[in-house]
């Protein structure tokens, strides 16, 4: 695994390995996440084994609202949240698969600008394991032999963007719509009235 600093020569080389098919761990504005280009099959199944996961429901990270709009069908309630909280830490179901969102991280927003499309954002910790924040964390954790036991593919992301250790918060909340209604699947960092 790489590790790359998150400044504009890092992000560049996170951006070719995305647009080549590859798996990163990035910084967020909630915890660390693990990712990869959203529509690519290829990619879904190494995070799948990167984690030791079978569940392929996402989140996802796009660098606007627009940007979300070019892949995702919104009805008027989900644009409505979007303009509210975006960015920020409030994901929104956008299809059977995926839950969106904006957030306020500029190196993710940059990401998913340059690459062109929403990018896979589920934590960084193998399945069971608590939500990573600490970098320093996430490199034992591919380097550990028992870990290596876990997931049983020898699976490991490409790169790493190092921002050190992040302010632990609560992860996102994440809403579903139904009709102009929003149903709070996980309730996270956004208070939402439903």
Request: aromatic share 6%; proline share 5%.
């Amino acid at each position: 695994m790489k590790i790359v600093k998150p400044n504009k020569i890092g992000v560049q080389q996170a951006v070719k390995i995305l647009k080549n098919g590859g798996v990163i761990i990035y910084p967020t504005d909630t915890a660390y996440a693990l990712g990869g280009i959203f529509d690519s099959k290829k990619v879904t199944q190494k995070i799948l084994k990167i984690k030791n996961r079978k569940d392929k429901k996402f989140t996802l990270i796009a660098s606007s609202l627009k940007q979300v709009e070019k892949f995702f069908k919104l009805n008027s309630s989900q644009k409505k949240l979007a303009r509210n909280f975006w960015p920020g830490p409030l994901s929104i179901v956008v299809s059977p698969r995926f839950a969106v969102r904006v957030p306020k991280n500029r190196i993710v927003q940059s990401l998913a600008q340059q690459v062109g499309k929403p990018i896979i954002a589920t934590s960084a910790n193998l399945s069971g394991q608590p939500t990573l924040f600490d970098s320093k964390k996430i490199i034992a954790q591919f380097q550990s032999k028992k870990n290596t036991r876990l997931n049983l593919a020898g699976q490991k992301p490409d790169l790493l963007i190092d921002s050190g250790r992040l302010a632990q918060t609560k992860t996102s909340t994440v809403v579903k719509v139904v009709g102009n209604k929003a149903i709070v699947l996980r309730s996270g960092a956004v208070k939402i009235e439903s």
